[in-house]
């Protein structure tokens, strides 16, 4: 079975949420805390209007 052909239920979030990943590494590099990628990742979802919670509780 090729995962490609399939039709994923969240698939264009998905590729949205790996954009926006690339976009904040690329921008910010490596060597930075876990919480400000953290955070420049919740703005970029905000620009993007995806609604985000940050660390929430399960």
């Given at each position: 079975m090729n995962a490609d052909?399939?039709?994923f239920k969240y698939k264009e979030l998905t590729e949205k949420?790996?954009?926006i990943?690339?976009?904040v590494y690329n921008k910010l590099g490596y060597g930075f805390?876990?919480?400000i990628y953290e955070n420049?990742?919740?703005i970029e979802f905000k620009k993007e209007g995806?609604?985000?919670?940050?660390?929430s509780p399960i």
């Open positions: 052909c399939q039709d949420t790996i954009k990943f690339y976009r805390l876990e919480k420049t990742m919740m995806i609604p985000a919670v940050s660390e």
